[in-house]
T-cell receptor, first 114, second 112 residues
Framework: GAGVSQSPSNKVTEKGKDVELRCDPI?????LYWYRQRLGQGLEFLIY????????KSGLPSDRFSAERTGESVSTLTIQRTQQEDSAVYLC????????????FGQGTRLTVV | KQEVTQIPAALSVPEGENLVLNCSFT??????LQWFRQDPGKGLTSLLL?????REQTSGRLNASLDKSSGRSTLYIAASQPGDSATYLC???????????FGAGTILRVKS
């Protein structure tokens, strides 16, 4: 596609439910990143994919968070047993190779846990 | 550990003014520096990427400079317009090709 696409754009879920957030990177981009942005705060790194492997998942806040990427394309971020502190905008970015190349971001998924 | 600081935190200017946003980083061993804008409730839009070997990059009314040795970058916006109102973020890669470390951003408001 022309840009990084994320879905859904908004998600409201009840505390304790599982959610899946999807990211479609720019075609041909091998590097993919997930970030989280809480209201009024900066971006927190979550996980980095190079191809289908995740050499850096140091930012995942707990074992309730997991992510996968298939076919060097779509990535899914899953949050199990959501908590209110998970409420944030989840942003996905991709870059051509991850090696000193420009990162492009999607519009984000706004997650609200009630 | 790389830390990125942006000054000022917020800026309000009348339309037509030229302005400068500042970004500083603690570890000068960077490969590049990227400037983004973020509109309220939206994702990030890439504005400029400066490679470590470059001194500046220009795109339209935007000019970004990089002084690696002093750990500084500036984003110059010429003839500001109300449509420039947004949060401006700078970021550097933590490691080669890896995650970006972001500053907290400068909230810019251009008044018409």
């Amino acid at each position: 596609g022309a840009g990084v696409s994320q879905s859904p754009s908004n998600k409201v879920t009840e505390k304790g439910k599982d959610v899946e957030l999807r990211c479609d990177p720019i075609s041909g981009h091998t590097a993919l990143y997930w970030y989280r942005q809480r209201l009024g705060q900066g971006l927190e790194f979550l996980i980095y994919f190079q191809g289908n492997s995740a050499p850096d998942k140091s930012g995942l806040p707990s074992d309730r968070f997991s992510a996968e990427r298939t076919g060097e394309s779509v990535s899914t971020l899953t949050i199990q047993r959501t908590q209110q502190e998970d409420s944030a905008v989840y942003l996905c970015a991709s870059s051509l190779s991850g090696v000193n190349t420009e990162a492009f971001f999607g519009q984000g998924t706004r997650l609200t846990v009630v | 550990k790389q830390e990125v600081t942006q000054i000022p935190a917020a800026l309000s200017v009348p339309e037509g003014e030229n302005l400068v946003l500042n970004c500083s980083f603690t570890d000068s061993a960077i490969y590049n520096l990227q400037w983004f804008r973020q509109d309220p409730g939206k994702g990030l839009t890439s504005l400029l990427l400066i490679q470590s070997s470059q001194r500046e990059q220009t795109s339209g009314r935007l000019n970004a400079s990089l002084d690696k040795s002093s750990g500084r970058s500036t984003l110059y916006i010429a003839a500001s317009q109300p449509g420039d109102s947004a949060t401006y973020l700078c970021a550097v890669p933590m490691e080669y090709g890896n995650k970006l470390v972001f500053g907290a951003g400068t909230i810019l408001r251009v008044k018409s």
